[in-house]
T-cell receptor, first 112, second 115 residues
Framework: EDQVTQSPEALRLQEGESSSLNCSYTVSGLRGLFWYRQDPGKGPEFLFTLYSAGEEKEKERLKATLTKKESFLHITAPKPEDSATYLC?????????????FGKGTLLTVNP | KAGVTQTPRYLIKTRGQQVTLSCSPI?????VSWYQQTPGQGLQFLFEYFSETQRNKGNFPGRFSGRQFSNSRSEMNVSTLELGDSALYLC??????????????FGNGTRLTVT
């Protein structure tokens, strides 16, 4: 069974204080690993897709990386507007079951 | 272009009742997936519909059911509500079934509270 574990559960940063969020996973044949941002009262918003170990993607202050067992979401010089819950999900390849398996998320709070 | 629309946004029901939630996908999207989000379990896949047929189903009891109409709108129904069914129910749409996670567009959910 596919599993995703995110850590820490919650993270408080000061504005400008860089850090990383972790997503550990086990999956039978990775089709893709996805990062989402979720604001209170909203649905998840897609950020990145990573397909293979060694791959990196960047968007503004966010950078996602992937190894064979985990992914990191690096946040450089965060701002208060980066405060949100960050979700990681994996999708197995092959067969007809394309469901996403999500981690429970990391609640990030950036204080001004 | 309108996003995924879920109605109602909030619902309060009593244990033992049943409830129906609605999801209108993005225009042109024909696949609709449903997820349950709770603090303890996170987001869990319920089922996926395409062309009015259920294509995949998660590990939820038979009290959870859904359907899709010819215009791709989808409804999910929960019968005999339990306290543990309190959750945010999210709908996601895509052009086709089996879309990658990057192609899913989520609605803002229906917050169901069971008392």
């Amino acid at each position: 069974e596919d599993q995703v574990t995110q850590s820490p559960e919650a993270l408080r940063l000061q504005e400008g204080e860089s850090s990383s969020l972790n997503c550990s996973y086990t999956v039978s044949g990775l089709r893709g690993l996805f990062w989402y941002r979720q604001d209170p009262g909203k649905g998840p918003e897609f950020l990145f897709t990573l397909y293979s170990a060694g791959e990196e993607k960047e968007k503004e202050r966010l950078k996602a990386t992937l190894t064979k067992k985990e992914s990191f979401l690096h946040i450089t010089a965060p701002k208060p507007e980066d405060s949100a819950t960050y979700l990681c999900a994996v999708q197995a390849g092959g067969g007809s079951n394309y469901k996403l398996t999500f981690g429970k998320g990391t609640l990030l709070t950036v204080n001004p | 272009k309108a996003g995924v629309t879920q109605t109602p946004r909030y619902l309060i029901k009593t244990r033992g009742q049943q409830v129906t939630l609605s999801c209108s996908p993005i225009s042109g999207h024909r696949s609709v997936s449903w997820y349950q989000q709770t603090p303890g379990q996170g987001l869990q896949f319920l089922f996926e519909y395409f062309s009015e047929t259920q294509r995949n189903k998660g590990n939820f009891p038979g009290r959870f059911s859904g359907r899709q109409f010819s215009n791709s709108r989808s409804e999910m129904n929960v019968s005999t509500l339990e306290l543990g069914d309190s959750a945010l129910y999210l709908c996601a749409s895509s052009f086709s079934p089996g879309a990658t996670g990057g192609s899913l567009h989520f609605g803002n959910g229906t917050r169901l509270t069971v008392t």
